[in-house]
């Protein structure tokens, strides 16, 4: 009997983790998500892909590759013959950036001379031409991305952003030779190989031609890396392979009439764009006023009474704000501020739990951590999407519970609205 081939993914991030889940369910693979590494679960016969989300996005370097290892291991030794490294489709692009020290590590822990880089997200607008990653029409340095406060942006060339991160080199490999031959690939690899002993592959991918182009070229590789834009057509590749029907099943049923509550924690354009529509569609919202935070005028007490004492209404929780005043509030201790608004949300979050509300969304991937992480859920089952990489994810240990959770730059302008509406189990119409 010819083994099951289970795919492992390491995601950098929960929201990351989320949205590479999302797409490996929409491909017909029966998917579980754990927020990290999790002993207790052993048993995954039934299981096609497993994801694991970490911190090492922004974690120290060395835990990050420490972490990132131990989870490869672990799926490895419960049955993953394949395995993929899921980061930003706007990749971490600071010189002391994760993405090369992990990558390197488990390329070189599985035995592997290359793999591909691969973060474009076509359907949200984040695509590699001719080496150069672009958000929404703009090189990624000249993008809203540049003023990211935790990974600023400082230049669209991929080449130049791995390699300031790894020991390794990289070479392009612009869209018009994708349509080459396995065997003229091989030869194209083969002069490569000589040149280093180990190295990435930067390929074009700007539509889904490109990408069913890579996933025939490089698809048979052990070890690949990208956003979850790839994932989209190496799932089904794998689905075909083994035999198994590359239909949809990411169609459990969300519905969920118990009260709902939104924290945004991300300072994206997009995110501030979101809070903006929830507002102006007559939202109820409550600022957390970091200074506030910090010098004990605002607190987890202060922000669960105001929404318990709106029982009928759905209310947004935010700390987002301009990068500008991010900036400013940042000088009195970036850490020391991110942690404590984390800690707030995640509190507040675990305690509206215990008081029934069952409908949570949260925007920000290291406020999506810290939400995941007060309410102990460790691992997820994958429903619906309510965005192109935001699922509906139900907690296998509480499944009365409906979690949200988007990076901040992912989902329509009115994905509040529509994320809370979806989690009730009703149709959204725009």
């Keep these: 009997m010819t083994r099951r081939q289970m795919l492992g993914c390491v995601a950098d991030d929960f929201t990351g983790a989320s949205d590479a889940a999302s797409f490996l369910q929409k491909a017909g693979m029966r998917t579980l998500l754990l927020n990290e590494v999790q002993e207790k679960i052993t048993a995954l016969e039934q299981i096609d892909a497993v994801v694991i989300a970490l911190k090492s996005r922004t974690q120290e370097t060395e835990a990050a590759v420490k972490d990132s290892l131990q989870a490869v291991r672990w799926l490895e030794e419960r049955g993953a013959s394949k395995f993929y490294f899921k980061y930003c489709s706007t990749f971490d692009s600071t010189r002391e950036g994760n993405i090369g020290p992990v990558a390197d590590a488990v390329m070189e822990y599985l035995g592997q001379r290359y793999t591909v880089l691969c973060p474009s997200l076509p359907v949200n607008e984040r695509i ?15 993008s809203p991305m540049k003023d990211h406060p935790l990974t600023p942006m400082w230049d669209s060339r991929i080449k130049n952003l791995i390699e300031a991160q790894s020991r390794f080199k990289a070479t392009e490999l612009n869209r018009d030779r994708l349509e080459m031959t396995q065997k003229e690939c091989d030869a194209w690899i083969g002069e490569e190989g000589k040149k280093e002993s180990r190295f990435y592959v930067i390929p074009d991918y700007a539509d889904d031609a ?10 048979s590789l052990r070890f690949l ?84 004492s709106h029982p009928q209404k759905e ?42 509300y069952g409908r949570i969304v949260v925007a920000g991937g290291e406020t999506s951590g810290a939400v995941t992480r007060a309410l102990g859920f460790d691992a997820f089952e994958i429903g619906e999407s309510v965005a192109p990489g935001v ?23 009115d994905f509040f609205a529509r994320a809370l509406k979806m989690t009730k189990g009703e149709k959204y119409s725009e």
């Design 128 to 142: 590699v031409r001719e080496g150069r990653l672009y958000v929404k029409g703009l090189p990624l340095d000249e």
């Design 210 to 219: 490109d990408a069913r182009n890579i996933v025939r070229l490089f698809g």
């Design 225 to 308: 890396t990208g956003g979850s834009g790839l994932l989209e057509f190496l799932a089904p590749a794998m689905q075909e392979k083994a035999g198994r029907a590359a239909k949809s099943s990411g169609d459990k049923k969300a519905e969920n009439r118990e009260p709902g509550v939104v924290f945004a924690g991300s300072c994206s354009v997009a995110t501030l764009a979101q809070i903006k529509d929830y507002q102006d569609r007559g939202g109820l919202s409550c600022r957390l006023d970091p200074i506030a935070l910090l010098d004990g005028r605002q607190g987890r007490e202060e922000i669960l009474d105001f929404i318990l």
């Design 315 to 356: 209310v947004l929780v935010y700390s987002s704000d301009k990068a500008e005043n991010v900036k400013e509030i940042q000088k009195l201790g970036r850490e020391r501020v991110a942690e404590l608004i984390e800690q707030t949300i995640g509190s507040v979050a675990a305690e509206l739990v215990k008081w029934g």
């Design 391 to 413: 699922p509906i994810m139900i907690p296998v240990e509480n499944r009365q519970v409906r979690l949200v959770l988007k990076s901040g730059n992912f989902g329509q302008e």
